[in-house]
């Protein structure tokens, strides 16, 4: 597609529920990140994958949160077990190569806002 | 986030100069980026910045300098559309983009 797009936009879940969602990159992107955003914040980062491979998940919060890039392209993340401290806006972003320099300039979806009751 | 600072809110004049710092730990410094981000919306990009000097982009221009760990984004010509959140972010190495906490930027009339 012609940007980054993002399913659900929005997401409400009782606490304890779990929640995919799901990030379709720009197509020919080789990687795709996943960030957190609180109200008022700037987005933190959570893990980062080149084609299928997740090269870093430094930033998940906890083993709750988990990514996946099966075919390097689509990707999903899912947080079993829904917190109230999970409630956050979720951005994916992707960029046409690596992490470094110009090339490394993020293309950002609208991301995916969850509110955990 | 990881010690990249900025203001986190300012306030200027519709058609006035404004000026948003940032200030950013040097080790391992690869790059500076500032996206604009409205309100429910995804970030956009601005600038980039990997060399020392002013990089000038329309009414947008961005400012670095890698031995003082600083930069600044200058909007001139305010409009109010210019009103959003403006958020630094730093390469450091190989590893992904680290963000400040974003200035939200309010233009009045």
């Known amino acids: 597609g012609a940007g980054v797009s993002q399913s659900p936009r929005y997401k409400v879940a009782k606490r304890g529920q779990d929640v995919a969602l799901r990030c379709d990159p720009i197509s020919g992107h080789v990687s795709l990140f996943w960030y957190q955003q609180a109200l008022g914040q700037g987005p933190e980062f959570l893990t980062y994958f080149q084609n299928e491979a997740q090269l870093d998940k430094s930033g998940l919060p906890s083993d709750r949160f988990f990514a996946e890039r099966p075919e390097g392209s689509v990707s999903t993340l899912k947080i079993q077990r829904t917190q109230q401290e999970d409630s956050a806006v979720y951005l994916c972003a992707s960029s046409l190569v690596g992490t470094s320099g110009k090339a490394g300039e993020l293309f950002f979806g609208e991301g995916s806002r969850l509110t955990v009751l | 986030g990881q010690n990249i600072d900025q203001p986190t809110e300012m306030t200027a004049t519709e058609g006035a100069i404004v000026q948003i710092n940032c200030t950013y730990q040097t080790s391992g410094f690869n790059g500076l980026f500032w996206y604009q981000q409205h309100a429910g919306e995804a970030p956009t990009f601005l600038s980039y910045?990997?060399?020392?000097g002013l990089e000038e982009k329309g009414r947008f221009s961005s400012f670095l300098s890698r031995s003082k760990g600083y930069s600044y984004l200058l909007l001139k010509e305010l409009q109010m559309k210019d009103s959003a959140s403006y958020l630094c972010a730093v390469i450091r190495g190989n590893t992904p983009l680290v963000f400040g906490k974003g200035t939200r930027l309010s233009v009045i009339a």
């Open positions: 910045n990997v060399l020392d």
